[in-house]
């Protein structure tokens, strides 16, 4: 595949932009409409339903009338596998299409989209798929005149509110343990990132998902987004964003039904690099890539590079080599390790946080600007940071931009203590050649993961969520099937 190729694709794609509610392809009953803007050069690429309180009002219903009658959780177990294998069947069919939205839409390189955004989506939904029949109840030890079971069952209808970053990836977290576990779902994608998540509504339908079983209603945070998480027939919010959105979730859970909320949120994540790492190459190649991939725009983003003093200098400048390759280039060349950042919105709030790191006396090691803007669309420079304190706002905030902060430290003590001085708890890393310092460490960081020699070691066997304000509940492996069902003690009382 080609640029030139993949312009000439881009220019006949069709993109979705219709809710998908009860079976159907529908507008919003307003007849609302909004831009999906491009990051890749700034133009709309097209108009996509903007849905408020009624279409997800229609939603919730459909996905009510489908859950009560069984027509989905009362499947045999063996056929609800059947239909979400051919559900990965059918992305994978489409799975150049799917990269390419997803591109366009959030401005991600091509080459990521097709490897690995598309790739991981399907095998969200494979293998809970595999998963659903192989996680079942208990007998309890009652004394002899009483047989308990304890049984999981779906909890009903799942309202699931994902991000931009990684648009489908981040949806099938979701979408795939809620179809696993029989719930009905209520999809609302980013108001930025909206294509692939209606493209899987549609691909649901045709795979044999019953209709109202998944629901996809686009439209903006706080109108379709607030109307699920405030809608009384709701029973969890499912959300993956930002910690400001996290907190109103959970106060519209508590001012409407008190439906459950699962909050994964952001992370200030820090990568501690000792001195006696044993191998201080692939240590700055993780560096580099922890907080530049996916134009860092990540919420286990590894944006605090926490390094011994004594090989402090020379290990910032094996960060700064490894970094080149993350300048930004066009999202459609299959040469472009990164792309745009998701929007002017976002872009302008990453040169915000460039520009008070500067005021706050860190020291620009690396980037600092805007490139490409000729493009039209919105892309920033990959930009280091040295000599940040730990309470400069770079330490302390969220930036989901290219933007790293290097930090020193004299011993251990001191690293722990300022990689867990933060409010966020999400992902964690260390490098060294002492396993014993590998445990210690590992045991006292307050977060949900912890990388030792290496970054971003995701599996979808392993839990992913975090501590502190980083949010609460997991997505992937098995445990994540958890909070899409309650447990229910059954007991029958018999004469011995
Ligand atoms: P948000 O948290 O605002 O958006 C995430 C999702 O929540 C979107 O679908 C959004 O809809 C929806 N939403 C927004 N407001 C409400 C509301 N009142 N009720 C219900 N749903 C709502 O993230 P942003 O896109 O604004 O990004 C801002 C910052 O958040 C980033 O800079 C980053 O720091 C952090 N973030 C963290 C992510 C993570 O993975 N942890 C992912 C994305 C952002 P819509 O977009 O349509 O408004």
């Known amino acids: 595949m080609t640029l030139q190729k993949n312009l000439d694709r881009a220019a006949n794609l069709k993109f979705p932009g219709q809710a998908v509610i009860d079976g159907k392809l529908v507008g919003a009953k307003s007849g609302k409409t909004f831009d999906n803007i491009g990051p890749r050069d700034g133009k709309v690429a097209n108009q996509a339903a903007a849905c408020e309180a009624a279409d997800i009002d229609a939603a919730v219903r459909a996905a009510r009338a489908a859950f009560e009658d069984g027509r989905w959780r009362n499947k045999h177990p063996r056929e609800k ?99 696993a576990t029989g719930n009905s779902i209520v999809l609302k994608p980013a108001e930025q990132s909206p294509s692939t998540a209606l493209k899987l509504g549609e691909l649901a339908l045709e795979a044999g998902v019953p209709p109202g079983v998944l629901n996809v209603v686009p439209g903006f945070g706080d109108t379709a987004g607030q109307a699920l998480a405030r809608h009384m027939d709701v029973d969890l919010i499912a959300f993956t964003g930002s910690g400001e959105v996290g907190r109103k ?43 530049f991939f996916n134009q860092g725009e990540i919420c286990n983003a590894a944006s605090r590079l926490l390094v011994e003093a004594p090989i402090k200098d020379a290990f910032l400048k094996k960060v700064i080599e490894k970094s080149a390759k993350y300048a930004p280039g066009d999202p459609l060349d299959p040469a472009s390790v990164a792309g745009a950042i998701v929007s002017e919105g976002q872009m302008q709030r990453v040169l915000g946080y460039v520009e008070k790191a500067q005021q706050e006396g860190a020291s620009l090691a690396l980037g600092g600007k805007r490139v490409r803007a000729e493009s039209g669309g919105y892309y920033v420079e990959p930009t280091v940071f040295d000599r940040v304190d730990n309470q400069h706002t770079l330490a302390r905030e969220e930036v989901f931009g290219p933007v790293l902060g290097v930090i020193a430290f004299k011993d251990e003590d001191e690293a722990v203590r300022v990689a867990n001085d933060t409010v966020y708890g999400l992902a964690s890393g260390l490098w060294t050649g002492n396993v014993s310092r590998a445990h210690r460490v590992s045991r006292k960081l307050r977060a949900g993961l912890v990388w ?37 003690g059954i007991s029958i009382t018999y004469k011995p």
Request: glycine share 8%; net charge negative.
């Open 81 to 179: 596998k059947k239909v979400m294998f051919r559900l990965a069947e059918l992305m994978e069919r489409d799975l150049e299409e799917l990269a390419l939205l997803e591109t366009l839409d959030m401005g991600k390189p091509i080459s990521d989209t097709r490897s690995v955004d598309i790739p991981t989506a399907i095998n969200s939904i494979r293998w809970y798929g595999e998963a659903l029949d192989k996680v079942y109840g208990e007998v309890a030890t009652t004394p002899a005149e009483r047989l308990s079971f304890v049984v999981r069952e779906p909890l009903g209808v799942v309202g699931a509110i994902v991000p931009w970053n990684f648009p489908l990836h981040m949806a099938c977290w979701k979408v795939a343990p809620a179809l």
């Open 249 to 291: 979730l959970m106060a519209y859970a508590g001012e409407s039904n008190l439906k459950r909320v699962a909050l994964e949120l952001g992370g200030k994540s820090p990568q501690i690099v000792f001195a006696d790492a044993e191998n201080l190459d692939e240590a700055a190649e993780a560096a580099a890539w922890g907080i």
């Open 452 to 488: 030792i020699n290496g970054w971003d070691a995701c599996d979808i066997t392993v839990p992913f969520g975090g501590a502190k304000q980083s949010g609460f509940g997991r997505d992937r492996s098995l445990h994540a099937m958890e909070k899409y069902t309650e447990l229910k």
